[in-house]
């Protein structure tokens, strides 16, 4: 079974700080790794995605995230925050080997500090 | 290029009323699967399908059916509405080995 676990549901950070957002998982398999943003009032967009190949991922607005096998971590980070990044942050796991289910953290929402 | 298209955009029901909340894809994905999301819980898996005429329980199913007679349409149905079900909805579908495309959401309310 799958599993995700955020860490922190807030984090805030000032203008122009480094954003971290923690995600660890559990997958019985290989798994895929996702990271989602959602704006107020509206659905999700895929931040990023890890399936295979290189562990270093990078996605839109300057984020980036790194998969770690032996910590089983995939967490998120951006050099500098910029106000437009205020938002809710979901790590997603789903398997690698035939499997379809997507299952997602309880987010973390970011906050950014002028 | 419509992607996942889910209707209502908003609904308010009654305590036992029933109703059903479409999702339709126009990507071919094999995958389909619902989704409700509610405070400091993230995104809980109700009903997945991985093809016409396959359905299967996620982690909160109750209260909620499912059919999948088409790849293209997925809808979830509300056999009698209670409060607990107050929630917003979102549909997604996939292929293998790609990410989860999602509609924009159902925000129901059941008074």
């Known amino acids: 079974a799958q599993s995700v676990t955020q860490l922190g549901s807030h984090v805030s950070v000032s203008e122009g700080a480094l954003v971290l957002l923690r995600c660890n998982y559990s997958?019985?398999?290989?798994?895929?790794l996702f990271w989602y943003v959602q704006y107020p009032n509206q659905g999700l967009q895929l931040l990023l995605k890890y399936t295979t190949g290189a562990t270093l991922v990078k996605g839109i607005n300057g984020f980036e995230a790194e998969f770690k096998k032996s910590e089983t971590s995939f967490h998120l980070t951006k050099p500098s925050a910029h106000m437009s990044d205020a938002a809710e942050y979901f790590c997603?796991?789903?398997?690698?080997?035939?499997?379809?289910?997507?299952?997602f953290g309880a987010g973390t929402r970011l906050f950014v500090k002028a | 290029n419509a992607g996942v298209t889910q209707t209502p955009k908003f609904q308010v029901l009654k305590t036992g009323q029933s109703m059903t909340l479409q999702c339709a894809q126009d990507?071919?994905?094999?995958?389909m699967s619902w989704y409700r999301q509610d405070p400091g819980m993230g995104l809980r898996l109700i009903h997945y399908s991985v093809g016409a005429g396959i359905t299967d329980q996620g982690e909160v199913p109750n209260g909620y059916n499912v059919s999948r007679s088409t790849t293209e349409d997925f809808p979830l149905r509300l056999l009698s509405a209670a409060p607990s079900q107050t929630s917003v909805y979102f549909c997604a579908s996939r292929s293998l080995g790609t990410e989860a495309f999602f509609g924009q959401g159902t925000r129901l309310t059941v008074v």
């Open positions: 990507m071919n994905h094999e995958y």
């Open positions: 997958s019985s398999v290989p798994p895929y």
């Open positions: 997603a796991v789903s398997e690698s080997t035939g499997g379809f289910k997507t299952i």
